[in-house]
């Protein structure tokens, strides 16, 4: 069968089909159809056609070939598993796998796959085992990890806390370069959801940031550096006093840390004239909060006397003085002024309607904080009223902070800016408990709380590495947009980078005998993501099996 070209009488040219058949021993054609005049084109629009229809039944015999049964979280696996090559974790645990020969299971693939579980949803790793486990790629995790595995794997990276912690540490430094070390230094509570003080030596009551008293819970101190990267970690019985938490960080940021020399920021909690003699016999230097309301009133008055500031400008205000042989740097601003006189008109407006109650009772006044100082019992009746002389007392103090420093070579400007890091860590201890959900704890032996908590360090390592990339990145954008006068774009951040990269599936495509893993689009952010890590966009195709 074939298209042939005839001319009638006028010489028009038409398209014939025709087609070529035997008849005994000759070989004969014969016109089946005509498809038209050549001028007209029609048999190229019959082409066209035709193409359609074959390709729309290639594509349906296709289809019928292709079993799609569901998808798997695959943009937060390879996020992570490239981020634990770039910052040594894969070196780290690879070293702590090696030395435990007689281990039966990936101790790796067990760590990256908790470690993404508290980027995807954590949570108990009950929950991760029951639900999660088989929602990631497989071909990332071990699919096949038992419960008791994940808890073995805690007990290792308890065993091992100091090791991962010292060897992260000195990831791409040089010591005999670095000449000083800021580190920041806070503190938080960790509750339990249990009341038990018998089975383990940690879970105590004590004093609650999370106003839980109600609640056993653990004392947990933080070192980061000044770019908010974690250092270490110390877990505390739960009645710790913060002062008596230094020691032991000291001493590893000395001893195990081995730096030349460090400069160690804390906040007002752990002032105390112990605290800082501890840290000056270890040869370490500190800028710490300076509770100014425990000094004596002479040198309250000295502190408060606004006299004798320098004026950097209207709304700021500094003053250096000696304390001993260490430097007081004391500051007043006009914006802590406004904060300070707010919070204390919102607590006085509880006061005063607690006071028009007729039937008040003496133990909302005294057990509270907040209140007791602004309130006085009448010695005739022995009701409470406002404190006035307690109220214009405080009222001297707003807008005041001080710093006390053994630093010398610092400008006094340059120590308050040290200082005001700290703001870092509290952002860390935000993320911990937050983002990356540290807590409900429901372990009850001392190797699995430290095994929980070396996990989240892990975790928030990675976040943190993640979140100063970003900084950089966006820094570095806004002085280009700042050169070329376009409009600065919105700092992207690691939890909403790592939320669109969980958008992310993998998909399994079942082609006759063959599983073809195809991965979803990348979002925008994502792509932010990966091209400030400077990490390739993974193929379309992921694997084919």
């Known amino acids: 069968m074939y298209i042939r070209i ?24 014969r016109t089946l159809l005509s498809l038209g005049n050549v001028k007209d084109g029609k048999l190229e629009e019959l082409a066209e056609a035709i193409s359609k229809h074959l390709d729309y039944m290639s594509i349906f015999n296709f289809a019928k070939s292709i079993d799609v049964k569901t998808t798997y979280v695959y943009g937060p696996l390879y996020v992570l598993h490239d981020l634990l090559k770039s910052l040594g974790i894969d070196t780290v645990l690879s070293k702590i796998r090696t030395a435990h020969p007689k281990l039966e299971f990936d101790f790796e693939k067990s760590v990256f796959t908790q470690l993404c579980g508290r980027f995807i949803k954590p949570g108990s790793k009950l929950a991760l085992y029951d639900k999660l486990l088989d929602r990631m790629f497989p071909g990332m995790i071990n699919p096949g990890l038992a419960l008791h595995q994940i808890y073995r794997t805690l007990d ?9 912690e010292q060897q992260l540490f000195y990831q791409g430094k040089d010591l005999f370069t670095s000449e000083i070390d800021v ?3 806070d503190l938080t509570t960790i509750r339990f959801e249990s009341t038990r003080l018998d089975l383990d030596s940690y879970r105590r009551f004590g004093y609650s940031k999370e106003m839980r008293s109600d609640c056993t ?17 110390e877990v505390h019985p739960g009645n710790t006093f913060e002062g008596k938490t230094l020691d032991e960080i000291v001493n590893k940021i000395r001893n195990k840390f081995s730096v030349r020399r460090f400069i160690f920021v804390a906040d007002r909690g752990l002032f105390s004239f112990p605290n800082l003699e501890y840290i000056r016999s270890q040869q370490g230097e500190f800028i710490v909060g300076l509770r100014m309301g425990a000094m004596k009133d002479l040198i309250q008055q000295d502190f408060y006397n606004l006299q004798q500031y320098e004026w950097i400008n209207e709304n700021l205000a500094v003053y250096e003085t000696l304390l001993g042989e260490d430097r007081c740097i004391i500051t007043w601003s006009k914006v802590r002024a406004e904060r300070d006189k707010k919070t204390r008109e919102d607590i006085l407006d509880k006061i005063r309607k607690k006071l028009m109650v007729k039937k008040r009772k003496e133990k909302d006044f005294i057990t509270n904080t907040n209140y007791k100082k602004y309130v006085r019992f009448n010695e005739k009746d022995s009701l409470p009223e406002l404190n006035i002389e307690a109220i214009e007392q405080e009222t001297r103090k707003d807008g005041f902070f001080g710093i006390i420093t053994n630093v010398k070579t610092m ?29 409900p704890v429901f372990h009850w032996t001392d190797n699995r709380i430290i095994g929980h908590f070396v996990l989240c360090f892990l975790a928030y390592y990675c976040e943190a590495y993640i979140t100063k990339m970003l900084r950089e990145n966006h820094q570095m ?5 700042i ?4 409009v600065k774009e919105r700092e992207l951040t690691a939890v909403q980078a790592m939320e669109d990269m969980a958008t992310v599936m993998a998909i399994p495509v079942q082609v006759k005998n063959k599983t073809i893993w195809v991965r979803t689009d990348i979002p925008e952010n994502g792509n932010k993501l990966l091209r400030t890590l400077r990490m390739r966009i993974p193929p379309k195709i992921i694997s084919s099996t």
């Open 6 to 29: 005839t001319k009638n009488q006028r010489g028009e040219a038409y398209y014939h089909l025709v087609e070529s058949y035997r008849e005994g021993s000759k070989v004969k054609q």
């Open 411 to 439: 400008q006094k400007q340059e120590v308050v800016m040290h200082y005001k890091q700290l703001w870092k860590i509290e952002d860390a201890f935000g993320e911990i408990k937050g983002t990356l959900r540290t807590r």
């Open 483 to 486: 050169e070329n006068k376009i």
């Open 156 to 164: 290792l990276l308890a065993h091992h806390k100091d090791e991962i």
């Open 477 to 481: 954008l806004n002085r280009k947009s």
């Open 217 to 233: 819970q653990v004392v947990l101190g933080l070192l980061t550096d000044t770019d908010g990267i974690p250092l270490s970690f």
């Open 183 to 185: 580190v920041l230094y």
